[in-house]
């Protein structure tokens, strides 16, 4: 599985930004795909999932209400769709797949087994 994330940037706080993930390599209908964010000095930490399958969402309590995760099923593609972005937000984002994932271990990165290269995301006061 290969995952290509896209979309970061520097905008200005209280600004928006789409983040996307296209996947390749393997058929995704069972998969969870995930958004993880790793800002300098911190832990990777989870920011939002969603079931391929049905599009059940999680997202992390610092993000609620402002993003909004989604996936394209004929593009192999997932969003993180990032609005009232905060100062705090700024990090490398990351985009994680993983077929097995139950849902109480959806937001841990180790369960991760597929990454795509990170995108930067700036939010300047």
């Known amino acids: 599985v290969q995952l290509q994330a896209s979309g970061g940037g520097l905008v200005q706080a209280g600004g928006s930004l789409r983040l996307s993930c296209a996947a390749s390599g393997r058929t995704f209908s069972r998969f969870v795909m995930g958004w993880f964010r790793q800002a300098p000095g911190k832990e990777r930490e989870f920011v939002a999932a969603?079931?391929?399958?049905?599009?059940?969402?999680f997202y992390a309590n610092p993000v609620k209400g402002r993003f909004t995760i989604s996936r394209d099923s004929a593009k192999s593609t997932a969003y993180l769709q990032m609005n009232s972005l905060k100062p705090e937000d700024t990090a490398v984002y990351y985009c994680?797949?993983?077929?097995?994932?139950?849902?109480?271990?959806?937001?841990?990165?180790?369960?991760?087994?597929?990454w795509g290269q990170g995108t930067q995301v700036t939010v300047s006061s």
């Open positions: 969603i079931r391929w399958s049905g599009g059940s969402t």
């Open positions: 994680a797949a993983d077929s097995t994932l139950i849902s109480s271990s959806i937001g841990s990165p180790g369960q991760y087994d597929y």
